[in-house]
């Protein structure tokens, strides 16, 4: 019962914020930036399924206070709606469907659902906002690294004239795509592999500093290979080394560094329903009773309500 009342409470968040979704959908498909994040729901769906044993435990009581993490979520997207911030609109939309699950499952089965949740994060397209600071680091990394190569070159913002011919280190070149993509394994490697807080820290420092080095160095290496064979010819090269080869090359190598130091399997991950039980406060959180099919219907009102807000 708890599951088809929450079905029935995400369809009515998702038809209402179907705009958003749509928006999300064509990103992810359309955009290579972003194409990474098609396998978002596969790997919630993976994590969720690690945890179905300990799900078959619990006995879903569905979290009153939930509903206003749904509110505050319906109005983060209708504030996105009614200002034009794409970006804002689709983070509410992915967030009252998140806040939906911790109200009708309730906090028990939240909390061991706490990192499929996080990962849903994730289905947000993020990243355009940080592609202006990756071309300048990006090129000044390249430049320093022509000189020392013994290319005379000279650079303007993120221009970089040499013999072989002006390079300009475009959007496409900023390495945001590696950057994000490496974020979300990073995410997903810390969580399931390590316990300590210290090993995640240095895995993630790993995973934002290692691509923004390695595409300094591809930037780098395209200059140079241009300079023997041309511009042309070495840009098509860049483009299937970084495409197919290079990036699969680095994930490689920092998996490979971190795997002596992974501390557990995957589905080890998160707390288990031993642990929830021992702690008392959560007892004295779950509050009254609430049926999953009346915290459903309010949470589908409150769609409805979001849904009329923005046609006033």
């Known amino acids: ?82 200002s034009d911030l794409n970006l804002v609109a689709q983070a509410g939309a992915v967030a009252a469907l998140q806040a939906a699950i911790v109200t009708v499952l309730g906090l028990r089965a939240s909390l061991l659902l706490a990192l499929p949740l996080a990962m ?15 071309q300048v680091i990006t090129a000044d990394m390249a430049i320093a690294l022509t000189r020392w190569s013994g290319v005379p070159a000279s650079i303007d913002g993120i221009y970089i004239d040499t013999p072989a011919g002006l390079f300009i280190v475009a959007e496409a070149c ?19 592999r390590f316990e300590h807080w210290s090993r995640r820290a240095l895995f993630m420092a790993a995973c934002i500093i290692v691509p923004i080095l390695a595409n300094g160095v591809r930037a780098w290496a395209t200059i140079y290979v241009a300079q023997f064979i041309g511009a042309e010819a070495a840009g098509g090269f860049d483009h299937i080394v970084y495409g ?47 049926a999953p099919v009346t915290a459903a219907l309010v ?12 046609m006033l």
């Open 244 to 290: 197919w080869i290079f990036f699969a090359l680095v994930v490689a190598a920092l998996l490979g560094g971190a795997w002596r130091f992974f501390e557990r399997e995957p589905e080890e991950y998160g707390w288990t329903m031993d642990r929830l039980a021992s702690w008392g406060w959560l007892a004295r959180a779950d509050g009254p009773n609430l």
């Open 120 to 134: 849903g994060c994730f289905l947000v397209p993020f990243g355009d906002e940080i592609i202006p600071p990756l």
């Open 299 to 310: 949470i589908a009102a409150m769609a409805v309500i979001a849904a009329l807000g923005t």
């Open 1 to 82: 019962m708890s599951l088809v009342a929450l079905a029935g409470a995400a369809l009515a968040l998702v038809l209402v914020t179907a705009s958003a979704w749509g928006q999300m959908l064509h990103q992810w498909w359309n955009i290579d930036t972003y194409n990474h994040l098609l396998l978002v729901p596969f790997i919630i769906g993976w994590l969720t399924a690690l945890k179905l044993r300990e799900l078959a435990r619990l006995v879903p009581r569905p979290f009153l206070p939930g509903l206003a993490l749904v509110a505050l979520a319906l109005g983060l997207w209708w504030a996105g709606c009614a």
């Open 174 to 192: 900023s390495g945001v795509k590696f950057l994000i993509a490496m974020v979300t394994l990073g995410v997903l490697v810390c969580f399931t």
